[in-house]
């Protein structure tokens, strides 16, 4: 909450969190998950709405959602009104995802006053689905949530050659470290026509805020990123 309160002070229009930000991504089965599940109007949601509100500021940002007896690997979509525009569920799932997560039915485009919005959780990235989606509709911005794992290749290398003609900027916010014996990549970063504008180290927590041209970073050394764009 501390670097949603940050970004919102940098007056950022649009902050995005991690996948599963409130939670870490590991999880053995549905059971050990349950716990931690809220709906989409919860206490997560409920915090980042009073941020939201106070600053103006849009946040996505990644949790588990319960709806029902289901869960999903989803992201809360919040306007610059505190108002929920969407929980949008991960559609493409990774192998830790089938442990306990059911997978999302639809892409999400919304209109912000920064432009439009699209939304994507990690391995959707690799979903043809969603990469004609974002190259059909052409967002200004892509909120890219994500616990990309580190296979020792530069990732962002791949994510540019996902979005050839995709013209909108792509806000990639990354965990980093262990969990539970994966590693995770890092190097949140903002990408735009087969550019890397900005992106931060492998490890520490930080925070990339700016316009495009303009992008600084700020870092400490705690459990996972951010990114913002104004």
């Given at each position: 909450m501390a670097w949603a309160e940050r970004a919102g002070q940098l007056g950022t229009d649009v902050l995005v969190c991690p996948e599963l930000a409130t939670t870490g991504y590991v999880w053995r089965d549905r059971a050990a998950l349950l716990p931690h599940a809220e709906p989409a109007e919860?206490?997560?949601?409920?915090?980042?709405?009073e941020v939201a509100r106070a600053h103006g500021m849009w946040i996505v940002c990644g949790y588990p959602e319960r709806a029902g007896d289901l869960l999903y690997n989803a992201a809360l979509v919040i306007s610059h009104t505190g108002t929920l525009v969407d929980s949008y569920r991960k559609v493409l799932l990774f192998r830790e995802d089938l442990h306990w997560s059911e997978p999302g039915d639809h892409r999400l485009l919304c209109t912000t006053p920064f432009g439009t919005l699209a939304t994507g959780i990690c391995m959707d990235l690799?979903?043809?689905?969603?990469?004609?989606?974002?190259?059909?509709r052409q967002p200004d911005v892509v909120a890219f949530c994500t616990n990309w794992v580190d296979q020792g290749e530069r990732v962002e290398w791949y994510w540019r050659e996902r979005l050839a003609g995709v013209r909108g900027l792509f806000v990639a916010a990354d965990s980093w470290g262990d969990d539970e014996g994966i590693r995770f990549y890092g190097r949140s970063g903002v990408l735009r026509g087969g550019r890397t504008l900005l992106q931060l180290g492998p490890n520490g927590d930080g925070l990339i805020y700016g316009s495009e041209g303009n992008f600084t970073s700020t870092a400490?050394?705690?459990?996972?990123?951010?990114s913002g764009a104004r």
């Open positions: 919860g206490p997560t949601f409920a915090a980042l709405a690799n979903d043809p689905g969603f990469t004609r989606f974002l190259a059909r400490t050394s705690s459990s996972s990123d951010t």
